[in-house]
Each structure stands twice: as C-alpha cells, then as structure tokens.
C-alpha cells in the first residue's frame, strides 16, 4: 500500500477542491478525479504544477484502476439543491454506483475510506438539533429525494462494506458549508444572496424568512473532515457549525458585508424545504476535539472578493 497516495472523487467541486489543497498540505500524493457537471478545472488550476497531484477527467460511476491508494474520499455528486435538480439521475447513479466503485477502490487497495454524505439524510427533521443517532424524516419521492435518497443509500452501502469487507470506512455528514470556489449561481443560500447582493438585486427570502440554517465556513468543514479522516470512528459524525440564523437574519448580514442597497423580497417556499437545520456537533467535539471557529460575519468577509470575482466574470 502506498501510504501517501489519495483519490479525491469530486476533487474539482468546491470542497473536494479545498480537500485536495489540505491533503497536499499533509503530504499527500493526490488522485483528483472528477467528470466536471458540476465542478471546474479552475478550481485546481493552481495545482496544475504541483507534481504530487494529478487531475483525472472521469465519472466515478465507471470502473477505473486507480492504483495504490492509501485515502479513498468520494466526494464526487452534485450538491446543490438546483445541481441535483437539474442532474436528478446522474445524482442517484454517483450515490449509488459511484460508491460502489470507490469503496471497491478502497477495498482492492486496503485503504481508508471517507464518503461525503449530509444533514439531507435527516430530510425536514422532527427533532432539533439533529444528532446522528435521529433516522430522519424524509420524503422518498419529492423533488429533493434524488439528493437526500442516493445519500441515504451511500452511507448505507458504506456501512455495509465495513460490516462485511471490513473496510475501514468513515461517514462524514456535512451540513451548509460555504466559501471560495462555490458556483455563485448554484441556489445555495449564500452564494445567491452574495450575487444579488453585490448585483444590487432585492434579495429573494422564501416564505417569511424565520426558517433557520447553520453555516460553516469552509476552512473549518476541512478541519473537521481531516480530523475525522484520521479517526477510527465508522458511524456518522456531524461536521458542521451550530450557530442557527434565520435566513432573514442571512440575508441582513449579506446586505451588511456587501455594503449592498438591496432590499429583501419574499416568495412562497418551495416543496419540502426543510424549516430547520442546525447539526448537534456533540460527537464531534468528544472524538474529534473539533469546533468551528469562523462566524457568519467573518466568513462572507473572506469570501466577498471571489464571490465579486465571481459575478463579475458571470456578467462579463
Ligand atoms: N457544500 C456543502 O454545503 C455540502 C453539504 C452537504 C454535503 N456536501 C457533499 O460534499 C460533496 C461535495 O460538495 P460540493 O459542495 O463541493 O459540490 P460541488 O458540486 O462543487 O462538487 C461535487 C463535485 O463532484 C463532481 N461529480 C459529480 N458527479 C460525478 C461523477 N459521476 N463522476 C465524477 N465526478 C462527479 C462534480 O463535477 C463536482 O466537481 C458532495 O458529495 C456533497 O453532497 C456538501
């Protein structure tokens, strides 16, 4: 087994990205593969030099020989809500055949295994916070099920490789993270409000806006997952920050950090939104002595010049 060498399903996308950055950072020898529907070359472009990475163009659905790996983190799958929307299919078979394949890559390599699942699996939950022990409450057949399902079934395929090949796996559940590298046009909260914002467009809020979310900035979602990475832990654990907004509350902050002269407009919610979503990182802070630092206000300071950036090469 090598013991420096990484493949990063998804390695294109947003966090796979940033995972890439922090694993070279580890020492690392990094496989990113990545069959771009929803992530891009320019997120790695800065690599593109570095000899101890190496970008693959493939869809992780098709059997691939990867070589000898010591980290398996599949990450690969469309994550944002108008992503999967528009992907539904492709969705389900990077959830389900994509996992088998990069478990199998884990398992004929003997090398650790990470899948990236979501605070989705808890669907619009009954209990609050959610605790990785809650089974959740989603619908099978909505809009959202092509997401929240193939998850659902990924970490079920995850656990069942470790129950029967014994492969050491870890599930990650990640709950809103943003940062640098996020499509600004992706439908995900910040990012959209960022781009009305700085556009000087009212920014849409769905139903009343006293629906709540948790954000995480990005560089602390990859201390977490690192952190996990190296734990012995097999059942999911929550990586995300506690600290719950109103999405009216979010958008007063965007408009605040951009300095824009928006106002705030409503429009009905859609089907299935969840009302609330705010992880119990209990679990993490015991095994993984992991807490978010960031806060809302610091982290759209940090990530405003790539989301101006961003929409200005949009509009360009
Ligand atoms: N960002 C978040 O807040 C968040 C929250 C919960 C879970 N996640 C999970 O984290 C992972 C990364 O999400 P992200 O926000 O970086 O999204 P992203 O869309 O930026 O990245 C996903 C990447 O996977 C690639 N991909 C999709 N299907 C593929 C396939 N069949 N073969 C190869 N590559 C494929 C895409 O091209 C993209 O580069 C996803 O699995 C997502 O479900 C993210």
Redesign the pocket.
Known sequence: MNTRRALV??G?????SHLCDALLADGYYVVA???????SLENIAHLRNDSRFEFVE????QPADWGALAYVFH??????PV?YAKHGI?TL??GSY?TFEALEAARRSGAKFMM?????CYGDPLIHPQLETYWGNVNPIGPRSVYDEA?RFSEAVTAAYHRYHKVDTRILR?????GPR??IQDG?VIPTFMWQALRGEDLTVYGDGSQTRSFCYVSDEIDGILRLSRSDEHTPVNIGNPIEFTILECAQKVIAVTGSRSQIKYEPLPQDDPKQRRPDISKAKRLLGWDPHVDLETGLKLSLDYFRKAMLEKTA
């Open positions: 399903t998804g294109a996308g947003f966090l796979g593969a990545d069959n771009l529907i929803t992530g493939q869809d992780v659905c990450f690969a799958s469309p994550a944002s992503d492709a078979r990077v994509g990236a699942s979501t605070s989705e998850k990640i709950f809103n993270t943003y996020m499509q995900r």
